[in-house]
């Protein structure tokens, strides 16, 4: 009968062979690449031992067009570069990382103040066969219920107080004192 090894040794293995080859493979770089390498790595400039290296060891081409490089005045003077970021407009600053959508509403409107809450008294009230409410305004908004909660209870007449929440989301206050989470659909 044979043994076989631990799974858990196969991964030692693997190397133990791999290392192995490692020494049997032929060194494929002939001594006139290196002194190509040896000679450029002596060049003090950059931009010239770039050329040296660049001459020395061409780089294979691809069907794809390559990227556009960054300008040289940029790359060989970093610290004129970083007062033009610092700069920056601060709309630009302001404007970091938001979306399309984001900033099309930021310029829109401004310096128009954000409502916290409104409150109005409730035009209609319906449960979805999902169990969420459907509720309609009578200020014209429609929000539904985003979590289900047995102890929400609306009927028409009852007004409700809809208030901003964390990150983006909007309670909705009962008469009874008991918020529900909702989201406006109209």
């Known amino acids: 009968m044979s043994r076989l090894l631990p799974v858990a040794h196969l991964p030692f293995v693997l190397a133990a062979v791999f290392i192995s080859l490692g020494s049997v493979v032929p060194d494929t770089t002939d001594a006139a690449d290196k002194s190509k390498g040896a000679e450029c790595a002596a ?82 009230a319906r449960r979805l066969p999902s169990g969420y409410w459907l509720i309609g305004l009578d200020n014209g908004q429609v929000w539904q219920q985003t979590e289900l909660d047995a102890n929400v209870w609306l009927e028409p007449g009852d007004m409700v107080t809809i208030r901003r929440a964390s990150l983006g989301s909007f309670l909705l206050d009962t008469p009874a004192k008991y918020s529900t989470r909702v989201r406006r659909l109209q």
């Open 43 to 124: 060049i003090d400039d950059p931009a010239a031992r770039l050329a040296c290296f660049d001459a020395a060891f061409p780089r294979a081409r691809h069907s794809s067009s390559p990227k556009p490089a960054a300008a040289p005045a940029a790359a060989e003077e970093p610290a004129a570069a970083a007062p033009m970021a610092a700069n920056k407009p601060a709309s630009e600053t302001r404007e970091f990382g938001l979306s399309d959508k984001q900033r099309a509403a930021l310029e829109a409107k401004p310096a128009e103040p954000v409502l916290a809450a409104t409150t109005a008294a409730v035009k209609t």
